[in-house]
C-alpha cells in the first residue's frame, strides 16, 4: 500500500473542529459475530486507506484465537463508507515474545514518510507494568514487530497511545514524534491521588522516546475520574490548536467521553461535560476508547467501544453535528 504522505496531516488531522455535538449511530459497527471476536471487541482505530475507504483496527477475543494464552489480538476491518464494515481474516498482530505474551491491544496506525505504517499499541505480559509497543507493515495487514520497548516503566503502567507528528509540513526530515498516552500505578491503585493521568513523550525518530514533563490531562473528578483518565484521541486542527477526546472512569461510573483542546499539544482545558454518556441499551454499562475521522460530507465520525445490558462488548459510532 503506498502512502501519500502529508507531514503534520498525515495522521490525526481535521480541518475544523468537531466539537462537543455528537448524535450516537443506530448502526453497530462492529459486533461479535465470528469465533475470533465472539468473546470482545475493544479499542477502535481507523484510518483513512490511500485509495479510497478507511480500515479499523480492534483488539478481539474468541474461542478461536491461535495462541492460546492470548487474552487479546489486534483483528482488522474494512469500509468505504465509515458505516458498514467487512470484517478481514486472519489476526494482524498477536502475542509474542518478549514483551507482549499475554495481550496486545489499544492499536494506533500511522503512516511513515518512507511509505510503510507504524502501528504503535499497548501490551502485556504476566504480572508486570504494561509497556507501549510498535510494528510495522507495508500492507497494513501483515506486521512484524519492532524490536525494543517504546515507552516502559517498572513502576508504572503505559498504554491506549496516539501518535501525531509535530513540526512543519514544509520541512518533514525536521519532524517529531508524540505520543499521548495514559499513566498508570502499578499495582493499579484508584483515588485521585494514584496518578491515573494521560501524559505524554516525544521522538525524533518514532522509535527512543522521553516522556515530556507535566500532565496534558489529570485525574480530577471524583464522581467520573476516580479511577482513571486514559485512551486520548488528539486532533490537530488547522489552525494548530488541538482537540483531545478522552474517556474517564471512575469507581461508579464505567467510562462516558469527554473533552478538551490546547493551543499547544500540551496545556489542556477540558470542556467539563460528557460529549457521550451511557444511556441506551448498547451502550449503558461502558462507553470508552474513541476514536475520530473526517467523512467527505464534512462531518465527523466517533468510533468507541461499547458495553450492552447483557456484558456484549462491540464497536458503535457517533457523527458530529
Known amino acids: 500500500m503506498d502512502v501519500d504522505f502529508m507531514g503534520i496531516r ?66 482488522s476491518a474494512i469500509s468505504n463508507d465509515g458505516i458498514n464494515w467487512s470484517k478481514e481474516p486472519g489476526v494482524r498482530i498477536d502475542v509474542h515474545e518478549p514483551h507482549a505474551t499475554h495481550q496486545v491491544l489499544c492499536p494506533d496506525v500511522i503512516p511513515l514518510p518512507d511509505g ?3 502501528m504503535y499499541f499497548q501490551a ?13 507493515s507495508m500492507d497494513g495487514l501483515q506486521w512484524e514487530p519492532e524490536e525494543g520497548v517504546r515507552v516502559a516503566n517498572f513502576g508504572w503502567s503505559f498504554g491506549s497511545p496516539r501518535c501525531i ?63 482513571a483518565v486514559y485512551a486520548p484521541e488528539i486532533i490537530r486542527l488547522a489552525d494548530g490548536s488541538y482537540r483531545m477526546y478522552y474517556s474517564g472512569w471512575s469507581d461508579e461510573i464505567r467510562g462516558g467521553i469527554f473533552s478538551a483542546s490546547s493551543l499547544d499539544g500540551l496545556n489542556f482545558i477540558k470542556d467539563g461535560r460528557p460529549i457521550l454518556e451511557l444511556d441506551r441499551f448498547l451502550d449503558c454499562r461502558m462507553v470508552s476508547e474513541p476514536c475520530v475521522i473526517n467523512l467527505d460530507d464534512g462531518h465527523c465520525r466517533m468510533y468507541y467501544e461499547a458495553e450492552d445490558q447483557d456484558g456484549k462488548r462491540r464497536i458503535l459510532s457517533a457523527t458530529s453535528e
Open 165 to 227: 507528528y509535530v513540526g512543519s509540513s514544509e520541512k518533514p526530515e525536521e519532524l517529531e514524534y508524540r505520543l499521548y498516552f495514559h499513566h498508570y500505578s502499578y499495582p493499579m491503585r484508584t483515588g485521585l491521588t494514584a496518578r491515573n493521568h494521560i501524559i505524554s513523550a516525544i521522538s525524533s525518530d518514532g522509535l527512543h522516546f522521553e516522556v515530556e514533563p507535566g500532565i496534558r490531562i489529570a485525574q480530577e473528578s471524583e464522581e467520573r475520574e476516580s479511577y
Open 116 to 118: 510503510r505504517w507504524r
Open 124 to 136: 502485556r505480559s504476566g504480572n508486570k507494568p504494561t509497556v507501549i509497543l510498535s510494528a510495522v
Open 10 to 75: 498525515s495522521v490525526h488531522y481535521i480541518e475544523s473542529d468537531p466539537g462537543l455535538a455528537w448524535v450516537k449511530d443506530p448502526e453497530v459497527s462492529i459486533g461479535p459475530d465470528t469465533t475470533l471476536d465472539s468473546m470482545s471487541i475493544l479499542t477502535p482505530n481507523v484510518v483513512r486507506l490511500p485509495a479510497d475507504g478507511f480500515r479499523m483496527y480492534y483488539t478481539g477475543l474468541g474461542p478461536d484465537r491461535p495462541i492460546s494464552v492470548s487474552s487479546g489480538y489486534i483483528l
